[in-house]
């Protein structure tokens, strides 16, 4: 009994000691930044190859960034899977004509290896024009991303009426604070200039049939060679500038000329200016100027009420609702 005793001893001590050695031979992954490619204002590619795992499993992996040099997992970062081998990453939420520091990184049990650090500086904003042949209205446009959106609200007003018409089969088409039929008239107020002509859904679609793709193929009430963005493409717009939470800041005008205060989190570091248009109510009252913007979109969530775009004064959201077709709310188009 004591020599087995002995020898079970023996051979917990040869295991821990095994076990020890076996441990202290893993290292970190040995990594490769790729180039970084596809750089807009908001976005870019890169990613890396892991030549070595280190003598363990590689449970994490993707590209991290900053604004200063050798950036680690505790700064900006994707996560790309596991294993070794070559992997892609995509960034988003980037500032633009901002210069940043980007390497790659792979995380076994004995840590963390990072390949080396690519310097890239992301494109300035990139504002263009428009002239809408209907009525000669002049717009700016801002390219976000692969997208090329106005950078003001659609002012097209074929008709007019007051808050008080409302129908939901009927195209319609309000100024906010506006109470009567004169398209000139309501062509000369403030609100008209400022904040572009508020729209029943069956207004902004012209006729078109919800659509759930990217992008929507729904020329709707955009002039030629322009599009009502399906919700798909506002998606897009708020994952390329870090998701939905952070997306409104970046998309609303600064200061409190138009939003009222506190205007939360607004840098409009997009040049999209998204403006507190306010609405008109599906009880025939206009509603919520300085507080609220609000978009239609080219995407049904049911039958009766379409899906819309929201930013508010006192957050920094970029939020998707549901609203009856009735409602009267603000365009922005997308080019083709």
């Not at 893993?26 to 908001?42: A, E, M, R, Y």
């Not at 950036?71 to 996560?79: H, S, V």
């Not at 506006?178 to 000139?184: F, K």
């Not at 997009?270 to 995407?299: H, K, M």
Request: glycine share 10%; net charge negative; proline share 4%.
């Amino acid at each position: 009994m004591k020599k087995l005793k002995k020898f079970l001893a023996l051979v917990l001590i040869a295991t821990v000691f095994y076990s020890c050695q076996k441990d202290e031979n893993i290292t970190v992954p040995v990594i490769l930044t790729t180039d970084v490619t596809s750089i807009t204002q908001i976005t870019a590619i890169s990613g890396g190859n892991i030549s070595a795992d280190g003598g363990a499993t590689i449970t994490a992996r993707g590209v991290c960034w900053n604004t200063a040099e050798n950036p680690t997992i505790n700064d900006n970062k994707t996560t790309d899977g596991q294993g070794s081998g070559e992997f892609s990453s995509n960034m988003t939420g980037l500032t633009p004509n901002t210069t940043y520091y980007v390497r790659a990184y792979a995380t076994n049990s004995a840590g963390t290896g990072y390949g080396e650090a690519i310097s890239i500086t992301t494109q300035s904003i990139s504002f263009g024009s428009f002239t809408d042949p209907r009525d000669e209205a002049d717009y700016q446009t801002v390219t976000i991303g692969n997208q090329v959106w106005m950078a003001e609200n659609l002012r097209y007003l074929p008709s007019v009426v007051g808050p008080e018409i409302g129908s939901q089969t009927s195209p319609q088409y309000y100024v906010y604070g506006y109470d009567g039929t004169d398209v000139n008239a309501a062509k000369a107020t403030a609100n008209y200039t400022t904040y572009g002509v508020l729209y029943n859904w069956p207004a902004a679609m012209a006729g078109s049939a919800s659509s759930t793709a990217n992008p929507s193929g729904v020329q709707g009430v955009c002039p030629t060679g322009w599009h009502l963005p399906s919700d798909a493409e506002w998606i897009q717009l708020a994952d390329n500038l870090g998701g939905e939470s952070v997306a409104g800041g970046k998309l609303k005008e600064t200061g409190t000329t138009h939003w009222n205060s506190p205007n939360s989190g607004a840098t409009n570091e997009t040049g999209f200016t998204a403006l507190p248009d306010g609405y008109r109510r599906n009880v025939g009252t206009f509603t919520s100027i300085g507080d609220e913007g609000s978009w239609w979109t080219a995407t049904e969530y049911d039958p009766s009420n379409p899906l819309y775009r929201f930013m508010s004064y006192d957050y920094n959201n970029l939020w998707s609702f549901n609203l009856l077709k009735q409602v009267g709310f603000s365009v922005r188009c997308v080019k083709n």
